[in-house]
């Protein structure tokens, strides 16, 4: 399987962009490297009227410092992201390309006025980062609402699916169930 780098998008938790490395690898059966934060792009993707991050230009940014090669390259974001036609995005990924681009902004119970959940923290980052990487693999949305490649819109829905690909998608990509 393709090597994945996961690259933090200072400023975010670096230790928890750390502790997903290893099981964001388990799902996809690969090798996972955590690179140094990358620093400059947040900034340059900030949009003032809105007061959040251009999920698309983060990716270009990304595409800039890690060009099209065979790694999967993941950019970790500790800001709200946008694309201008929504709201908010969790992430956003190039379908079946190199880089995808999530957020742990909204994963976290503490922006809705609930006290802070670690785990669930965890939980819903790893669900995300398999989800924008798994599109990066060339994987649609799934109807197995269990499965990782399920559409999420709210935290609620991230915490109703499970962070590990179904047997349909797994075989999409070449993996045995
Ligand atoms: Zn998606
Ligand atoms: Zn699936």
Redesign the pocket.
């Given at each position: 399987m393709v090597p994945i780098r996961i690259v933090p998008l200072a400023p975010v938790n670096e230790e928890l962009v750390r502790t997903v490395a290893g099981p964001v690898g388990s799902v996809f059966r690969t090798e996972v490297t955590v690179e140094p934060p990358l620093r400059s792009a947040m900034d340059r993707t900030y949009d003032i009227s809105r007061g959040q991050y251009n999920s698309t230009d983060l990716i270009r940014m990304l595409l800039e410092r890690y060009p099209a090669g065979p790694e999967k390259v993941l950019g970790v974001a500790g800001a709200d992201l946008f694309v201008p036609v929504l709201t908010y995005v969790f992430g956003e990924a190039q379908l079946d390309g190199t880089a995808a681009v999530m957020s742990v902004y909204r994963l976290d119970d503490v922006l809705y006025g609930l006290e802070a959940d670690p785990v669930k923290l965890f939980e819903r980052t790893l669900k995300e980062c398999v989800h924008e990487l798994?599109h990066t693999f060339g994987?649609l949305h799934?109807?197995?609402y269990?499965?990782?490649?399920?559409a999420s819109t709210t935290v609620d829905d991230i915490d109703l699916k499970g962070a590990g690909?179904?047997?349909?998608?797994?075989r999409?990509i070449g993996m045995q169930p």
């Open positions: 798994g994987l799934c109807r197995d269990d499965c990782a490649m399920h690909l179904c047997p349909s998608c797994l999409q």
